[in-house]
Each structure stands twice: as C-alpha cells, then as structure tokens.
Antibody, heavy 118, light 110 residues
Framework: QVQLVQSGAEVKKPGASVKVSCKAS????????IHWVRQAPGQGLEWMGW????????TFTQKYQGRVTMTRDTSISTVYMDLSSLESDDTAVYYC???????????WGQGTLVTVSS | QSALTQPPSASGSPGQSVTISCTGS?????????VSWYQHHPGKAPKLIIS???KRPSGVPDRFSGSKSGNTASLTVSGLQAEDEADYYC??????????FGGGTKLTVL
C-alpha cells in the first residue's frame, strides 16, 4: 500500500539544524510531489512547501525562505526537509504528505516531533 | 499568505448535522476549485476526507460532504457519530505554487 514513513523524534539546541526524512513506498516515487506541513503545540496545521521528486524542484512559503532546504534521493525513494537556525518556535510535529495537492494530500507520514530547547 | 478563517469550535449531538465554514478570498478559495478538507485526531496523522471542493475519497463515509460558494468553502458532517470528534482543517491553493490551511475547527460531539 502507499505509505510514507518518517524519521524519529529529534531534540535540538537553538541555532542548530534538523533534517527530517520521509521514505515513500507502494507507488512510483517520482510521480508525485511531497508536501511538508508542521503543527506547533496547540496550533493548527501550517503548510511549509513542496518538492518535486522527479526534478528536485521546490517551493517554500515565504516564511521559510532561506532557512529550509528540501532534497530527495530517488535511489531510496526518500525526501528530506532540512530546517536551519532553529528557534524554540520551531518546536513542532513535522509531517510529509503526498500530492498532488490539487487532488488532496494523501497519505501522510506519521509525523516527526522536533523539539528545540537549550 | 494568511490562514483561511474557520470557526475555532463546532458541536452537535449524535445524529445531528454540523457545518464548518472556511473563508478565504478570491486569491485562494474563491479563485480555484482546489479545496480539500482533513480530519485530524490528536496524536495521529491528518486524514483526507474531501478533495477538489466536494469529492469524497474511497473509504470516506458519505456523511461527509463539501461545497463552495464564492470565497467560502464548507464541510458538512451529517449523522454525527462519536468518532467524528476531531479537528478539521480546510486547505486551498493560493496561487503561485503556494497553498494555505485554515486555522482549524475543533468538532465536539455532545
């Protein structure tokens, strides 16, 4: 079945970077965009951006410009989201989800908790 | 872009119907038919329940329905059941390859 499996929880210090992985299975990896969404404690879902696993092209919401990098390794059907210069406000659960978003994000990964604390 | 506007909370008794609104602008909800809805139980991954304004993915009960009028999209849950208690989010294309979520609505089944 179509599945996205994310890497495990991370604890980082302010100023550090975190790299979250999202491994796809059950479908043609290069055929579908992957979107990244985060949810801070007590907050709603927030769209961060997407990566086209075929071309490697990306788009991020302006809030994360300059701080986020999205890459992919087609040999292992995995995409990565790298967030730098972490602050406490970046403490959140980060989700990957398969597009195309025009037809709805489905399925979603299980989520990765990133905690930023000194 | 700013989050789409949803009521923070909604409620209904078992068997009743409830409608959750999602208001944006002509630059997002009103400008495209790319509105989807997600059900999110705390601690679990969000689940797609409505795509392209009103399409129900396979396996989603027909108690869930979606619609759109102007800049406002709506999700209706009919015949409320206890397991429908969750957070619900709308999601819309906002142009220039960008997307935006609503602020979320907590649905309580009384």
């Amino acid at each position: 079945q179509v599945q996205l499996v994310q890497s495990g929880a991370e604890v980082k210090k302010p100023g550090a970077s975190v790299k979250v992985s999202c491994k796809a299975s059950g479908y043609t990896f290069t055929g579908y965009y992957i979107h990244w969404v985060r949810q801070a404690p007590g907050q709603g879902l927030e769209w961060m951006g997407w990566i086209n696993p075929n071309s490697g092209g990306t788009t991020f919401t302006q809030k994360y410009q300059g701080r986020v990098t999205m890459t992919r390794d087609t040999s292992i059907s995995t995409v990565y989201m790298d967030l730098s210069s972490l602050e406490s406000d970046d403490t959140a659960v980060y989700y990957c989800a398969r597009g195309p978003a025009t037809k709805g994000l489905d399925p979603w990964g299980q989520g990765t908790l990133v905690t930023v604390s000194s | 872009q700013s989050a789409l506007t949803q009521p923070p909370s909604a409620s209904g008794s078992p068997g009743q119907s409830v409608t959750i609104s999602c208001t944006g602008s002509s630059s997002d909800v009103g400008g495209y038919s790319h509105v989807s809805w997600y059900q999110h139980h705390p601690g679990k991954a969000p689940k797609l329940i409505i795509s392209e304004v009103s399409k129900r993915p396979s396996g989603v009960p027909d108690r869930f329905s979606g619609s759109k009028s102007g800049n406002t999209a709506s999700l209706t849950v009919s015949g409320l059941q206890a397991e429908d208690e969750a957070d619900y989010y709308c999601y819309s294309y906002a142009g220039s390859d960008n997307w935006v979520f609503g602020g979320g609505t907590k649905l309580t089944v009384l």
